[in-house]
DNA sequence: GTTGACAACTTGTCATCGTCAACTTTACAG
DNA sequence: CTGTAAAGTTGACGATGACAAGTTGTCAAC
């Protein structure tokens, strides 16, 4: 009746446990990276026993999917918000670039796993839904730079090309989604901040600008 | 002094081990993925007991990593070989991006570790060695292109561009290292065979030599 | 306001896993 | 023949994911 623990209501036992566990997984995969992951211990940090995360997720593929439909949909509204800021079809790219880099560096948990095929459920619907709007948006801003510029762009292409070079680059390069080799920098893998990653984005957007403005069936 | 296996010389106890128990892991992984392995299982799959593995790998890293450090050299090795046949620095490029998709193909357990810092030592000298080498080997596709056809190209920076983009390829489109979400295709994952996947690569590498090969400091 | 039913959560168990320590077997040097 | 070290085995420990069964809380119906 009185005791509300902090925010979330009452409606259940102990609060919004679901949020709460999905929480902890983050917290546990930004700690650990997605090889440290372990429902016992998240459920450790959530303060409830190891087999409560089953009622709500079933097992530790469905907590890991909620997650990736999460970020999916960070992903998605990121997009939205390149598309709505942009002022051109070529300022829409480099915006693009830089917020797929902004998700995977604010959401370093939930890009882990979105793309881990052997860890969640790919035919998940929601996980489906989020991820295909997530890549009909970046589709539609290539089809704004069709209209707008070229006329001859394969946009699903381009698409395709866009989101392999911009998963890469988050996969590649350190200290964004889980530290990786550095063979890219050789001199060290130090000075390798959220910016510089951002910048490097950017101008790899510009390049692919480049290409995909000119005749792309030569 | 009589009794030989099969092809592996009676050096050791058993034949050669080591060869055996990365075969079994190499095996293990294209069945179940990365997410998968277990060390118990391989040695079970080598015919030795599970702590026999151990002895010559230390842990499971160990064993991942010595695959990490030969999937590199076989990327080395494919990239060098693309050197060697190209007949122009464009013809590289596309040659490059082909042998990608060859190695990721051809060895899709090696390419399910390669780029895992959680499951392998990325620093490990032998392992370091390799990947170095095959990231220089392309780099030195690109100062030929430079050289060729372009004075203005950075190499460090067209670099991580190719490699981003190989990787995303790879990564992302079904049936190559591991079964993936296609929202690429949305039309459906079949249809996506080794030699489309090769074509959409060359076709990536034609447009990212497109994009290269004017100014980039637009 | 008592009862009953269901959701939320707990406890206990099982097979499996990675790692470690101790033991046994084989090869080879002296 | 003997001794030593590598190669491989057995056994054990704590931790994990999944499952089964029990417990607690909540809310609706009467």
Same mark, same amino acid.
């Given at each position: 009746?009185?005791?509300?623990?902090?925010?979330?209501?009452?409606?259940?036992?102990?609060?919004?446990l679901?949020?709460a566990?999905?929480? #902890?997984?983050? =917290?546990?995969? +930004?700690?650990?990276?997605?090889?440290g992951?372990?429902?016992?211990?998240?459920?450790?940090?959530?303060?409830?026993?190891?087999?409560?995360? +089953? &009622?709500?997720?079933?097992?530790? #593929?469905?907590?890991? +999917?909620?997650l990736?439909?999460?970020?999916?949909?960070?992903?998605?509204?990121? $997009?939205?918000?390149? &598309?709505?800021?942009?002022?051109?079809?070529?300022?829409? $790219?480099?915006?693009?670039?830089?917020?797929?880099?902004?998700?995977?560096?604010? &959401?370093?948990? &939930?890009?882990?796993?979105?793309?881990? #095929?052997?860890?969640?459920?790919?035919d998940?619907?929601?996980? %489906? =839904?989020?991820?295909?709007?997530?890549?009909?948006?970046?589709?539609?801003?290539?089809?704004?730079l %069709?209209? /707008?510029?070229?006329s001859? $762009?394969?946009?699903?292409?381009?698409?395709?090309?866009?989101?392999?070079?911009?998963? !890469?680059?988050?996969v590649?390069?350190?200290?964004?989604v =889980?530290?990786?080799?550095?063979h890219? +920098?050789?001199?060290?893998? /130090? !000075?390798?901040t959220? /910016?510089?990653?951002?910048d490097?984005?950017?101008r790899?957007? %510009?390049? $692919?600008?480049?290409?995909?403005?000119?005749s792309?069936?030569?």
């Amino acid at each position: 009746m009185s005791g509300d623990d902090s925010e979330a209501s009452s409606r259940y036992h102990h609060g919004d446990l679901p949020r709460a566990l999905k929480a #902890a997984a983050v =917290e546990l995969i +930004t700690e650990k990276g997605a090889a440290g992951f372990s429902l016992r211990e998240v459920a450790r940090r959530a303060g409830v026993s190891h087999a409560a995360p +089953t &009622h709500h997720f079933g097992d530790s #593929a469905g907590l890991l +999917t909620a997650l990736a439909e999460e970020g999916f949909r960070y992903l998605y509204d990121a $997009l939205v918000e390149s &598309h709505r800021e942009a002022t051109s079809a070529a300022d829409r $790219l480099i915006r693009i670039a830089r917020a797929y880099v902004s998700v995977a560096h604010d &959401h370093p948990a &939930h890009c882990a796993v979105m793309f881990r #095929a052997d860890l969640i459920r790919r035919d998940d619907p929601g996980c %489906r =839904e989020w991820g295909d709007k997530a890549y009909r948006e970046l589709a539609s801003g290539l089809e704004a730079l %069709r209209d /707008e510029e070229q006329s001859d $762009l394969d946009v699903e292409e381009a698409a395709g090309l866009c989101w392999s070079t911009m998963q !890469g680059l988050v996969v590649l390069y350190p200290g964004m989604v =889980e530290r990786e080799i550095k063979h890219a +920098t050789e001199a060290g893998a /130090e !000075g390798w901040t959220p /910016e510089s990653i951002q910048d490097r984005a950017a101008r790899y957007g %510009r390049l $692919l600008l480049t290409g995909l403005s000119r005749s792309p069936g030569a």
